[in-house]
Nanobody, 126 residues
Framework: QVQLVESGGGSVQAGGSLRLSCAASGFTFSDYCMGWFRQAPGKEREGVAQINLNTGRTYYASSVKGRFTISRDNTKNTLYLYMNSLKPEDTAMYYC???????????????????WGQGTQVTVSS
């Protein structure tokens, strides 16, 4: 059974940093593409970063490029999102998601991802 469990969200002031983690189980990590998505109230779910765990290729939305870094620890089957220079507009619920690596697209399409975590809230105050 596939499980994705996020952690690491919280409240920070603008300019601060957070690290999100997503512990994955129930599938072969390297066969998948994993992404971080976010959704703010009243807005569509947005793909902010993605990594193809088979090829290592990464993708970042323009709104986070240079501030966020996606990485993985294959020994722990864990995905990370390092978020620096946070802005109030980064406030959202953040989700990790997984899909078989051949289904990866750029930008990431949430409709293609079939496994989702429960989400972790990130709140950035000005």
């Amino acid at each position: 059974q596939v499980q994705l469990v996020e952690s690491g969200g919280g409240s920070v002031q603008a300019g601060g940093s957070l690290r999100l983690s997503c512990a994955a189980s129930g599938f072969t990590f390297s066969d998948y593409c994993m992404g971080w998505f976010r959704q703010a109230p009243g807005k569509e779910r947005e793909g902010v970063a993605q990594i193809n765990l088979n090829t290592g290729r990464t993708y970042y939305a323009s709104s986070v490029k240079g501030r966020f870094t996606i990485s993985r620890d294959n020994t722990k089957n864990t995905l990370y999102l390092y978020m620096n220079s946070l802005k109030p507009e980064d406030t959202a619920m953040y989700y990790c998601a997984a899909v078989f690596f051949v289904m990866c697209t750029e930008p990431p399409d949430p409709a293609r991802f079939n496994y989702w975590g429960q989400g972790t809230q990130v709140t950035v105050s000005s």
